[in-house]
């Protein structure tokens, strides 16, 4: 089956800079890679997503690029704002239509 | 994007009584939903997955007497954690995935308390 590594577990950025979240799969038949947004006490909340045949999506701050060849995605926040703290979640969708998750990432911005 | 609606969003129950929580799919049909349970500072873990009309799908590990699990409209799925144990205290959370779009929709979750 497939398997979702997520890193860093933990982030700490300036308000104002950047974040970068990576995660790595390993089934090459795996086609759709959400990000998900989980604020404590709620559930996850889908931010963006990238399809395999598309190597970058960009919503407004946030940007996802794919690698297909080395099998790893990333997020991309910038200016993070405090209110981008959360924990977020990275996912993979394999054969099967089964979604498989990262471990997350408690991202927190510094005011 | 579609919208999930999980209820209720907090529960607390006496050890050894059942508690139901409802998944809707508010804005389109779902002939399948997933349950999580969810640990503080954990990832989602995988509980069962939720058929339309047919038994649900247990994740191994997972015991289905305890968690049951009924989904018997388009738009309703159901997990009833029964006879509770202070254990099974914890975050569940339900989703869909959108119609076409294969997208995956997550309801508000429900904290549930064993005392």
């Known amino acids: 089956g497939e398997n979702v590594e997520q890193h860093p577990s933990t982030l700490s950025v300036q308000e104002g800079d950047s974040a970068v979240i990576k995660c790595t799969y390993s089934?090459?038949?795996?086609?759709?890679f959400p990000w998900y947004k989980q604020e404590l006490g709620k559930g996850p909340q889908l931010i963006i997503d990238i399809r395999s045949n598309v190597g970058e999506k960009k919503d407004q701050r946030i940007a996802v690029t794919l690698n297909k060849t080395a099998k790893h995605f990333s997020l991309h926040i910038t200016e993070t704002q405090p209110e981008d703290s959360a924990v977020y979640f990275c996912?993979?969708?394999?054969?099967?239509?089964?979604?498989?998750f990262g471990t997350g990432t408690s991202l927190t911005v510094i005011p | 994007g579609a919208v999930v609606s999980q209820h209720p969003s907090w529960v607390i129950c006496k050890s050894g009584t059942s508690v139901k929580i409802e998944c809707r799919s508010l804005?389109?049909?779902?002939?399948?939903m997933f349950w999580y349970r969810q640990f503080p500072k954990q990832s989602l873990m995988l509980m069962a997955t939720s058929n339309e009309g047919s038994k649900a799908t247990y994740e191994q590990g997972v015991e289905k007497d305890k968690f049951l699990i009924n989904h018997a409209s388009l738009t309703l799925s159901t997990l009833t954690v029964t006879s509770a144990h202070p254990e099974d205290s914890s975050f569940y959370i339900c989703?869909?995935?959108?119609w076409g779009t294969g997208e995956l929709f997550f309801g508000e979750g429900s904290r549930l308390t064993v005392l």
């Open positions: 089934d090459s038949a795996s086609n759709y």
């Open positions: 996912a993979a969708r394999g054969t099967g239509n089964q979604f498989y």
């Open positions: 989703s869909a995935p959108g």
């Open positions: 804005d389109f049909q779902a002939t399948t």
